[in-house]
């Protein structure tokens, strides 16, 4: 069993900066892979960014290339998302989630486990 807790979200002025966090429970988390994803209410969930387990690989959606960074701290079983330059189309859901495999991807059906949400708005 694995638990994911994101935070981190709220309401920020387009060309803005913030900082998702996604906490992990168990001590295998350091060999998972984890992804970042973000949804709109009535839409299908959208990959954002991936990075495997030793945070070695990371890719990202073109969407956000050069904007968003993703990052790992596995002694803290934490994930990050650095936002910058936020859009108003980047105002969605952001979940993160775990790939027990460890290798990255953009296919949701690959990810195991799945935090619950936390918003993100961006106000032009």
């Known amino acids: 069993q694995v638990q994911l807790v994101e935070s981190g979200g709220g309401l920020v002025q387009a060309g803005g900066s913030l900082r998702l966090s996604c906490a992990a429970s168990?001590?295998?988390?350091?060999?998972?892979?984890v992804g970042w994803f973000r949804q709109a209410p009535g839409k299908e969930r959208e990959f954002v960014a991936t990075i495997s387990w030793s945070g070695g690989s990371t890719y990202y959606a073109d969407s956000v290339k050069g904007r968003f960074t993703i990052s790992r701290d596995n002694a803290e079983n934490t994930v990050y998302l650095q936002m910058n330059s936020l859009k108003p189309e980047d105002t969605d859901v952001y979940y993160c989630?775990?790939?027990?495999?460890?290798?990255?991807?953009?296919?949701?059906?690959?990810?195991?486990?799945w935090g619950q949400g936390t918003q993100v708005t961006v106000s032009s």
């Open positions: 168990g001590h295998t988390f350091a060999s998972y892979a």
């Open positions: 989630a775990a790939n027990t495999k460890g290798w990255i991807t953009a296919a949701t059906r690959e990810y195991d486990y």
